[in-house]
């Protein structure tokens, strides 16, 4: 749940509440500021910046201030539909790195008024940099006001220090925690391979040659998700809220042929770790590789799923050759159904701010790009179909959480990541409406 001033979760702040809240008479301060409108957006970028850079903090946008305190009655600005839009377009254009506040618009009764809430969290991106009056600079809040009548200033030179520690200390701990995760997936691969060498046949085991076990590679033929916080810090569930989250929410793919659908991880045991809950188990008998999913307390989603398949082709002479080939429609409904289990999980964690999303395959040299097969209009000869020299793909991409929640930033987004695994298979001609279709059935199987 978003922590909120109203003494309920944000989602739920309605415009009286907000009135409510101002009738109290609380004054402006390090966590607080009103602003009458947005018609000067500089002012209220930069207090929203000056949060994030400090401990964060809340702009009530539509109420105007005397002496730091609310003027009394609040009866809100004219409604208008791009209030949110305009914020985040001038964040964009002027701060960097970008870090965006939650929202909540609160409409009058009648309609016509509205108050726009709007929570900065602390960031750990921070620092975080301002265009402002042709200069680049750094705002702070403060609370000590005698050298000007704004309670943001410049930060001093052991400020910034201070900011750069913090964003360094969570991008440590943003690393510990994926390799946390991969070792919990690589541990339980190498025990089954162990396992499986353990039950050949003993004759092919003597006294005098032992067995020298060496693992395989386990990402052999898997495209792996991983999805985190760029910059963690608390965490935000607890061990087995996240448990009942991966026993609860299914991940689809829709696939029917080919291969069997990506197992649903209910059902299967899900195990505890240090930080967090997975599920592990043999992707049997379409690919023999193994499947993972997890979920931690701070947010770290990480998939690894077998989409590489093979079959043997005859040829002339009579021998036979092996095809390894991968489906972009496996591809795809793998990418958005770990976003969707990112989606809801994170909405009931309450985790918000900006996300690392990567997507990884490394599979055999010259695997084959095959299409959804119902549809004939993607433009490909199945007798030499497209392929990846290499066998590898590696996507990276910063996302926020409102991306999440937008089903058209969302699309654009599975969609530009789609286009640069296409692109290795040397796949140059796309076609978007065909892709986005692809995405749009993929959501609705979610």
Partial sequence: MQPSIFGKD????????????????????????????LSTLESVVKTLVSFANTNGGWVIVGVEDENDA????????????????????????????????????????????????????????APHFMEYKSKHVLFIRVADRSKSQEWEDYASAPQWEMLRNRRQASVDLRVQLLDMMKSAYQSQAFNEDMRKDMERPATLITALSPVKYTPRKHYRGSQTITLLPMYPTL???????????????PIHNGITMRRPQTPDHRGYDTKIYQNGAYVFHDDKPATDNYYFFGLDTYGTVMQVDPIELCRDIKEDDGGTK??????LQLIVMDIVGTLKFAQKSYKSMGLVGNLLFHAE??????????????????????????ENITGYYSVKREIDTNVLEDDEAFTLFVAGVAKEILYSFNYGTINNDLLTALIHQANRRQ
């Fill in 235 to 249: 965490q935000v569930g607890e061990v087995n809220s996240v448990r009942r989250m991966i026993t609860s929410e």
């Fill in 361 to 386: 395959f490394s599979g055999q040299d010259k695997c084959l790009m095959y299409f959804p097969f119902t549809n004939p209009q993607w433009v490909y000869n199945t007798e030499n179909p497209p």
């Fill in 70 to 125: 609310p003027k009394l009655p609040v009866t809100g600005m004219k409604n208008e539909d791009n209030f949110e839009q305009r914020l985040n377009n001038s964040i964009v254009a002027s701060v960097s790195p970008i870090v965006l506040p939650t929202y909540k618009k609160c409409i009058s009764q009648d309609g016509k008024h509205a108050l726009l809430v709007a929570y900065m969290p602390p960031s750990q991106s």
């Fill in 322 to 327: 092996r095809l390894w080939f991968t489906d």
């Fill in 10 to 37: 944000l989602a739920s702040v309605e415009f009286t509440d907000v009135v409510a809240f101002c009738d109290q008479q609380p004054k402006e301060g390090l966590g607080l500021d009103y602003k009458k409108d």
